[in-house]
C-alpha cells in the first residue's frame, strides 16, 4: 500500500468525522479527545506503514503543527467570549492567570527537583510546560458560541484563562532555556535573570499585548467600518479570522513579541468591538472548523504515539507526579487563586478541576528541546505525554456532564456584567 494515499485518507476520514463530533459528546459525555486518541491508537497499531508518531523524532514538524492548532484555537477562544472586558468582570481568570499558575510552576518544579532528581532547567521547564491550561482540547468546559447568551461564570473563566495563559507560559519556558544554555555555557544566574526579566519577561509580554490590541483595532476597523462603507472591498468571509491570526501572529514574532499573546488580546478587541454585530458568528465558526479538523489530526498523531515509544521512559515516580498534579496541585493552586471571590464553592472547584493539558504543552515542550540541550528530553516528554493522556481520560469523560450540572445550577445567579470594550 501507499503510505501517503492511506495517511491522507484517514485524515479525510478523521476529518469527517468531526463533523459529528458535537452530536456524539452530546448525546454520551464522552469528548471527542477520547475517541481520537483511542482511534490513533487502533489506528497505528493495526498499520505499520503510517509515519512515525513520535515527537522526539519529527522535533520541527511538532513544533510547527501544535503552534498552527494553538494559534488558530487562540483567536476562536476570544471571538466567543461575549462578555465585554474589564480588570473588574475578568478578575476570575486573573487571578488563575497570576496566582494559580505561578503556584503551579513552582510547585511541580520543586517536586521535579527535589522528588525526580531532575536538574534546575529541566525541572523549570517541567513546571512552565504544565503550566497553561490548554485552549485546544478544553472546548468541553468552554463557552459556545458567540451571543449564546448564557452566562455561566465557570465555563467563562476556564474560557479566558486558557486564552491567556497559553501566551503567559512563554517567559517561563524562556527562563528554562537560558538556565539550560546558562548551565552549558557557565554563566552566571544573575546574568540570566537579567537577561530573562527584561526581554522575555517585560518586553516580550509588553510587545504582544500592543501589537494584539493595535492590530486587533485595526481589524475591526477593517471589517466593521472601512468594507461596510467600500462596497467595492466587502471582507465578509469567515476565513478571515484564521487569516488574520496567521498574520498577527507571524507579524508579532517578526518583531520578537509573544504571538500568542498577540492573537488572543486581538482576537478579545475584535470581539469587543461591535458586540451584537453577527459576523462575529461566520468568524469564530470558521476559525472553529479549521482547527477541529487539525485537531482531529494531531489527536491521531498523539495516540499512535501512545504506542509508538513516547512512553518509554516513564517511571512510577513521573507517574505519581503526573497523578498529584492532576488531582492535587492544579486543584489546590485553583482553589488558592480564587479564595475572596463571590463564587459558589462548586464553581470553584469545578474551575479547579478542569485545568485540561494537552496540545499547548506539547508545542512549549518541543519548542525548548529544540532551543537547548537538556538532559531529561526523554523523560520529559515521556511525563507530559502521560499527563495530556490522564487529562484526555479523566476530564474527558467527565467534563460534560459536570459542566452540565453547574451550567442548570449556577448559570442563572451570575449577575450582568458590563464592562469598557478594548
Known amino acids: 500500500m501507499d503510505s501517503y494515499i492511506v495517511t491522507i485518507t484517514i485524515i479525510g476520514i478523521a476529518a469527517l468525522g468531526m463533523a459529528w463530533m458535537p452530536s456524539f459528546t452530546r448525546k454520551t459525555g464522552i469528548s471527542d479527545s477520547v475517541v481520537y486518541v483511542l482511534l490513533g491508537i487502533i489506528v497505528y497499531e493495526c498499520l505499520d506503514i503510517l509515519p512515525s508518531p513520535n515527537p522526539m523524532v519529527y522535533e520541527d514538524f511538532t513544533i510547527h503543527v501544535t ?36 503556584l503551579c510552576i513552582a510547585s511541580v518544579a520543586i517536586l521535579a527537583y527535589y522528588f525526580l532528581k531532575l536538574d534546575l532547567a529541566s525541572s523549570v521547564l517541567l513546571g512552565a510546560v504544565l503550566a497553561p491550561t490548554d485552549p485546544v482540547l478544553a472546548s468541553d468546559v468552554q463557552v459556545g458560541p458567540p451571543m449564546e447568551e448564557v452566562k455561566d461564570e465557570v465555563r467563562f473563566s476556564l474560557t479566558a484563562e486558557a486564552g491567556m495563559n497559553d501566551g503567559m507560559a512563554f517567559p517561563f519556558t524562556w527562563l528554562a532555556i537560558l538556565l539550560a544554555a546558562a548551565g552549558a555555557a557557565d554563566s552566571s544566574f544573575t546574568s ?10 517585560i518586553y516580550k509580554i509588553v ?5 494584539g490590541l493595535l492590530m486587533g483595532r485595526l481589524l475591526a476597523f477593517l471589517i466593521f467600518n472601512f468594507s461596510q462603507k467600500n462596497k467595492a472591498i466587502q471582507l465578509n ?16 514574532e517578526l518583531v520578537h513579541g509573544y504571538g500568542f499573546v498577540a492573537v488572543f488580546v486581538a482576537s478579545i478587541t475584535l470581539r469587543n468591538y461591535e458586540l ?21 489530526v494531531v489527536l491521531l498523531i498523539f495516540g499512535g504515539s501512545l504506542v509508538h ?8 515516580q513521573m507517574a505519581l507526579l503526573s497523578v498529584v498534579f492532576l488531582l492535587l496541585i492544579r486543584p489546590l493552586s485553583g482553589l488558592i487563586g480564587l479564595l475572596g471571590t463571590p463564587l459558589h464553592l462548586k464553581e470553584k472547584l469545578g474551575i479547579s478541576f478542569y485545568g485540561i493539558r494537552g496540545i499547548g504543552s506539547f508545542y512549549y515542550l518541543a519548542f525548548a528541546l529544540k532551543e537547548a540541550s537538556f538532559p531529561y528530553g526523554k523523560e520529559l516528554w515521556s511525563m507530559v505525554a502521560f499527563i495530556a493522556l490522564l487529562s484526555v481520560v479523566m476530564h474527558g469523560l467527565t467534563a460534560t456532564r459536570v459542566m452540565s450540572k453547574l451550567e442548570k445550577r449556577f448559570s442563572q445567579n451570575i449577575p450582568e456584567e458590563s464592562g469598557k470594550p478594548l
Not at 192 to 201: A, G, H, N, P, R
Open 207 to 211: 510587545c504582544g499585548l500592543v501589537m
Open 276 to 296: 451584537d454585530n453577527k459576523f462575529h458568528k461566520d468568524l469564530h465558526s470558521f476559525s472553529d472548523q479549521s482547527e477541529r479538523i487539525l485537531v482531529a
Open 309 to 316: 515509544g513516547i512512553l518509554d521512559y516513564l517511571t512510577w
Open 67 to 102: 503552534e498552527l492548532v494553538v494559534v488558530i484555537s487562540l483567536m476562536g477562544t476570544g471571538l466567543k467570549i461575549d462578555r465585554p472586558f474589564s480588570f473588574k468582570s475578568w478578575q476570575v481568570p486573573f487571578r488563575l492567570l497570576t496566582v494559580t499558575m505561578i
Open 192 to 201: 540570566v535573570f537579567k537577561e530573562w526579566l527584561t526581554i522575555d519577561l
Open 237 to 252: 468571509d469567515g476565513f478571515i479570522a484564521v487569516a488574520a491570526s496567521l498574520a498577527i501572529f507571524g507579524i508579532t
